[in-house]
Nanobody
Framework: QVQLVESGGGLVQPGGSLRLSCAASGNIFSIHVIGWYRQAPGKQRELVATITNGGTINYADSAKGRFTISRDSAKNTVYLQMNSLKPEDTAVYYC????????????WGQGTQVTVSA
């Protein structure tokens, strides 16, 4: 079993920054890639950024230039640094792992709420 727990959300003004954390535990060796996703009210969940065990990184267009995904292997934690936040970034942010067959592992956690508002 793999468990991923999100934290670090909050209320921030437009233009501000937040750093989200995704702490992994359990059978972490089954994880090939960890992705950050978000779901805004009334919208479908969307992929924001991914990072593989080998360090390959990809971003959604909405995140490019503003968000940075990184990992601390010693802490089994993946981070999402979000800068220049916009009101449209308001959403619940989730992290989820996938195995080497690109099959999602485990289930969705509670996520962490990010609210960008003046």
């Amino acid at each position: 079993q793999v468990q991923l727990v999100e934290s670090g959300g909050g209320l921030v003004q437009p233009g501000g920054s937040l750093r989200l954390s995704c702490a992994a535990s359990g059978n972490i060796f089954s994880i090939h890639v960890i992705g950050w996703y978000r779901q805004a009210p009334g919208k479908q969940r969307e992929l924001v950024a991914t990072i593989t065990n080998g360090g390959t990184i990809n971003y959604a267009d909405s995140a490019k230039g503003r968000f940075t995904i990184s990992r601390d292997s010693a802490k089994n934690t993946v981070y999402l640094q979000m800068n220049s936040l916009k009101p449209e970034d308001t959403a619940v942010y989730y992290c989820r792992g996938s195995d080497y067959g690109m099959i999602m592992i485990g289930s969705w956690g509670q996520g962490t709420q990010v609210t960008v508002s003046a």
